[in-house]
């Protein structure tokens, strides 16, 4: 049978413990300074197509 050869470290155990709370939790929005609509941060608006104060996408009207 395989027996670990070095102890496994606090913050390494807890680090690998920590990520299934991440599969559980919404995604951080923030708010588009353009058009106020929700967006995923340091991402274009889907919406307007602004980032960072400036459009960088031309978006269709549907």
């Known amino acids: 049978m395989a027996v670990?050869?070095?102890r496994t470290s606090k913050s390494r155990k807890n680090k690998r413990r920590a990520q299934w709370?991440?599969?559980f939790?919404?995604?951080n929005l923030s708010v588009c300074p353009n058009c106020q609509e929700p967006k995923l941060p340091h991402r274009v608006?889907?919406?307007c197509g602004f980032y960072r104060d400036r459009q960088?996408?031309?978006v269709?009207?549907?």
């Open 4 to 6: 670990p050869k070095n």
């Open 21 to 23: 709370r991440k599969k």
């Open 60 to 62: 269709e009207e549907f």
């Open 45 to 47: 608006c889907p919406h």
């Open 25 to 27: 939790q919404p995604p």
């Open 56 to 58: 960088v996408v031309e």
